[in-house]
């Protein structure tokens, strides 16, 4: 018979910990709030009352609503007071020897058919479980931060965890309002194991000065629509809370991915814990402040000292694509004169064809005025021949990715375009160098990797080789700032920064449900809901298409010869078998 859930615990009342509590609350049910000392209760109470006053002020909870909520937590530093409680959710600090000994003495406490479960965001259940007289009865609840916001609930089933125990669970997470997934006894379970990974990859970014916090922060927001940079999010998570993780997936897993970078670590001994220290990555305005406040690494801004930046009001497109077309309406609608060439006058009449086309749908979405539409369209001029390219201050070529067709336009560009000129790729994996090697002027050469749709992504990767001229680089770092796009500056190497953190993240998701640890729909709504993250790992693989993501996760692994890089036997074999995605019909998942 299921148990009817009306008297709950809540053991340690940090962050998580009062959340936890508001959200059982929240639900009608009656909470024992527990924590060492009376310092505990008070900052476990100040969290709530802060939490629930927000919502009363914005209009999201009434007065009632706000007044019974209070009424059914009991603030305690007693375990005894546990006693009645038909389930208990620790919530102190991730160390294995705490959360063991909290347990233990629960056992002892709590009714025989009570359950109790842990919050563990990394520690391994059955170990936590096996502390206890009945570690049948012991289950993972998994909240995720702040938990009354976040639906997402991992409820975590060791090898011997009863049936009635983890269903119960699930089915009170469900009553609360959330989206739980049972899910295995494995380090990091859906979520931490898949987000860790490439929070780890950002910091290893950040300490071998690939690119800036700013720019790694600032590439993943705009370039994949996620809520928070890596550097951000390891902030508001903490930093000791991310070793921690870290730590315990490395120790389970060996996979080397997972050991923590040391700067982590460096960091965590300093004191440099995040927002909750008042400084981690960046500095916050008080320990606990979400305000960043200018530090010595925060860039100006500015033109670097002794760089004078190159004219550019004529810029050429070469390409006649998507990506060509939505660079070139980028370019004239920020009042630049372009001449773009295709390689016959079909597709230039093709190109202007597109071009009036999504104008105009634009004009019609209220986004643009008519006239502003019209000049637009008076700065573009069309060409099937290069030579139109000859007066351009700047050419960005649009072209098949492909090297040999890239250099073949190089070599031509080199011989067309005036001295000064400047020559950028729009590539998203190849090596910018080596279409610079095959120019006089390699130091005029830059990478411009725009983001499909070029109108509307944000995001411009500007890649430097070790020949990029600093002049070149301002003056195109500026550029980009000048057409409304966030410029993002980086080596040049595989995946830049993108690309780079993301398909190993999305390898990892098909490694995971190759192993069978859980289907992608929970992968999917783990990542989507308890990460905040605007598609799942294959939602986003079938619109990418897996034929491009192989190539992409072959390029990282040719680059890095990282053994996790190696591209998921599972997405080669769907390759292998025509699978690539919505635009077959068939990917990781069938469509209509």
Known sequence: ???????????????????????????????????????????????????????????????????????????????????????????????????????????????????????????????????????????GMHFFNP????????????????DDVFEDVKALAERLGKKPVVVGDKAGFIANAL?????????????????????????????????????????????????????????????????????????????????????????????????????????????????????????????????????????????????YVARSDEKVEAVRASLVAGLARSVEKGRLEQAEADATLARVTGSSERKALAGADLVIEAVAEDLAVKQDLFRDLDRICRPGAILATTTSSLPVIDCAKVTSRPQDVVGMHFFNPAPVMKLVEVVHTVSTAPDVLATVQQLCATVGKVAVTCGDRAGFVVNALLFPYLNDAVKMLEANYASADDIDTAMKTGCGLPMGPFELLDVVGLDVSLAIERELYLEFRERGYAPAPLLEHLVTAGYLGRKSGRGFRTYA
């Open 1 to 139: 018979m299921a148990r009817d859930f009306t008297t709950v615990g809540v053991i340690g009342l940090g962050t998580m910990g009062a959340g936890i509590v508001e959200v059982f609350a929240r639900n009608g049910l009656d909470v024992f709030a527990v924590d060492a000392d009376d310092a505990g209760l008070a900052h476990g109470r100040e969290i709530l009352a802060g939490s629930t006053g927000r919502a009363l002020a914005r209009g999201k909870m009434t007065q009632e609503a706000h007044d019974a909520l209070h009424q059914r937590v009991t603030f305690t530093t007693a375990l005894e007071d546990l006693a009645g409680c038909q389930l208990v959710v620790e919530a102190v600090p991730e160390q294995l020897a705490l959360k063991k000994d909290v347990l233990g003495r629960l056992d002892r406490i709590v009714a025989a058919d009570a359950v109790l479960a842990t919050n563990t965001s990394s520690l391994p259940v059955t170990e936590i479980a096996v502390a206890t007289s009945n570690p049948k009865r012991v289950v």
């Open 147 to 162: 938990a009354p916001v976040q639906q997402f609930v991992e409820v975590i089933r060791t090898v011997i965890t009863a």
């Open 195 to 339: 987000l860790f990974g490439y929070l780890n990859h950002a910091v290893a970014m950040y300490e071998s000065r690939y690119a800036t916090r700013e720019d790694l922060d600032a590439a993943m927001r705009f370039g994949c629509g996620y809520p928070m940079g890596p550097l951000q999010l390891l902030d508001l998570i903490g930093l000791d809370t991310a070793y921690e993780i870290l730590d315990t997936m490395y120790k389970q897993g060996r996979d080397r991915l997972h050991a923590p970078t040391p700067l982590i670590k460096q960091m965590v001994s300093a004191g440099m814990l995040g927002r909750k220290s008042g400084r981690g990555f960046y500095t916050y305005a008080a320990a606990g402040s979400p305000e960043v406040v200018p530090d010595r690494q925060t860039p100006s801004g500015g033109v670097p000292d002794g760089v004078a930046l190159r004219e550019v009001t004529r810029v050429g497109v070469v390409g006649s694509g998507v990506m060509a077309v939505g660079i070139v309406e980028v370019l004239a609608r920020a009042g630049l004169a372009v001449t």
